[in-house]
């Protein structure tokens, strides 16, 4: 008897994943599997395109709001409990469906990570002070010294992950990068099928640039104060959109400014999600938006095959 399908849909931001996930959740008995490193977080709702209430209503959706504001999950720790919710799902014999951006995350929880060295609070602390001191900016620096292609994959405000970057290179005297490649613990008992999402570059930024613009008017700075006020040590404060905000709540830049960055830093992180999953293993890419009717008919048709 064949292993049950789990789906996992790839692609940039923007470019519907969510729509794309509903849909064949609803045709399939389908259940949702958030990968995206800050919708995990409670509270930080608007900067994330979280689900709505009618869109959770439409489907199960899993790994969503599991982390207290000023916590951390590690790709290992969302590896681990999101192994949990898939073994459940395929036990109640649904669809597991994996959604995200996150592409470490993803990678953690399909293929496993590397046995890199254990975690040196010593280390880690003198790195926290490090970045305190001179910013993540100068770490993200060092990163680029010891590991080039780990930096590439990490973004510079990821502070979590830039310090547990330089210390694997710093403990293990190599690069994570190469560590990557060795073994892993792979995810066994599915039949892994990657959609990947490729619209249009100019549709996708067009996009991009009006999503950003209606997180702003739907009250992001708004929602900012209240998180900078309520729990001043987040790191989600730092991603992209919360980190346009604050800056305009501290003064830093004026509103219109603080807009065109976040667009900016969307557009690029959309860039860095393309790269990344263009290396992904057998993904069956598809031209357009997850939105796009024509588009979920192509997905549930090459779904139907499979199955």
Not at 54 to 74: K, S, Y
Not at 149 to 163: G, L, S
């Amino acid at each position: 008897m064949a292993d049950p399908l789990l789906v996992a849909i790839v692609g940039p931001t923007g470019s519907g994943k969510s729509s794309l996930s509903l849909a064949l959740a609803e045709r399939f008995g389908g259940e949702i599997v958030n990968c995206d490193s800050v919708a995990v977080y409670r509270e930080f709702n608007i900067g994330t395109a979280k689900p709505s209430p009618e869109e959770r209503a439409r489907a199960p959706h899993h790994l969503l709001d599991i982390v207290d504001p000023e916590g951390v999950i590690t790709a290992g720790d969302y590896a681990r409990r999101g192994r949990e919710v898939l073994n459940d799902i395929k036990r109640r014999e649904r669809l597991p469906i994996v959604v995200g951006g996150a592409g470490l995350y993803l990678r953690a929880l399909l293929e496993g990570l590397f046995a890199g060295p254990e975690r040196s609070e010593e280390l880690r602390e003198r790195l926290r002070r490090r970045e305190k001191e001179k910013g993540v900016a100068h770490l993200h620096r060092l990163l680029r010294k010891l590991d080039p292609e780990a930096a590439a994959r990490i973004h510079e405000n990821d502070t979590p992950k830039v310090i547990r970057a330089l210390e694997v290179c710093i403990s293990s005297r190599a690069p994570m990068s190469e560590l990557w490649k060795q073994g892993r613990d792979a995810l066994t008992g599915f039949r892994i099928v990657r959609v990947g999402l490729n619209p249009e570059r100019n549709a996708l930024y067009t996009r991009i640039n009006e999503r950003c613009r209606r997180m702003f008017d739907a009250g992001l700075v708004e929602e900012t104060r209240a998180l900078m006020e309520k729990y001043p040590k987040a790191w989600a404060l730092s991603s992209l959109g919360y980190k346009q905000a604050a800056q305009y709540l501290r003064g830093e830049i004026d509103l219109k400014l603080a807009l065109w960055a976040a667009q900016q830093s969307h557009r690029n992180y959309a860039k860095r999600q393309l790269t990344w999953f263009r290396r992904e293993p057998e993904v069956k890419w598809l031209a357009g938006f997850g939105d796009d009717v024509e588009v979920q008919q192509k997905a549930i048709a090459a779904m139907s095959e499979i199955a």
